[in-house]
């Protein structure tokens, strides 16, 4: 998010009302903030991630990763990079699709830190889910090659190296180091 | 803290044999990471608060803040931007005089973001501190007007506004909400 805020204070209906925007929109406490631009480094663990997490969980009905998703709840409209939702808690619709709407806090929510990300308002937009339902929460460092863990009532904890990433229970299988993470920065041309 | 990290590993007594730098580098795993030259919102919020929690504490010998304090400890050596000690924890020399060199965590250590800081190496020397017997890590972000609140086996809070800041035990007569801490940076010309 940026602090080029929009100046007009708008109601969360009205806010749902207006267009998507491209990067997405955020509506936190009466306020409009706009998701910086994606760079490489910010889209290459976004997409990895994601996809190596429903390689895993989606055959299985087990989990379901979503990146940019629309998560509205708690009087906010936010998107997080990427927001891991339990297969039992998925929304469906009446064709058994999943909702286009999401009107619940993700299971898991990875916010992936950008070079013009300065502020602390990823660290709020984490604790905002945590305290609305969230089990997990991760923000990953690219350049200090850190990812740091949230997690309900818990002090955070820092991860880096070899340390392996702590994911949801229900995942439990699942594998993944720090290292291993920003191991996919690593893409060398052959 | 940039990114500029020289390229030599250092032991801790190598590092501690260097002549100081201004701004003043933190040796931190192994590496040496030189903090960013403060800003003047970031210069006014540390003297101010400093100022405050001094004036009303100093001649009541409940606790001492300082800046840029060189403070040693669990195989790190950080310069805090501040960094609060109860008074019972101050390290004297022979002479009754403050000693120079603090090998002790700080009871309070207070961050503040500066424009060119990566978030996530601030919070993890923030949990760093916590988990060497710090009892409360502030981190201020005074772009987002946010101050989010660290505590030892607990979930960070976010306070903004109104929002009472919390303080220690030992300072429990003390009020600052978070809309007073940023009013201090309104300090209109006459």
Redesign the interface.
Known sequence: MT?TDTQIKLSLVEFLELPETEPASEYINGKVYHKPMPKGRHSTLQVRLSASINQVYLPQQIAHAFTELRCTFGGRSIVPDISVFEWSRLPFNDEGEIEDSFEISPDWVIEI?SPE????????KI??C?NHGTKLGW?I?S??R?V?I?????????KQDSDSLPILDVLADWQLSAADLFGWLNVKRR
């Open positions: 602090s830190l990300q300065h502020d602390a308002r990823v660290i709020e604790i905002f945590l923000l460092d350049k200090a850190l740091i949230f997690k309900p009532q818990q002090q955070p904890e820092v």
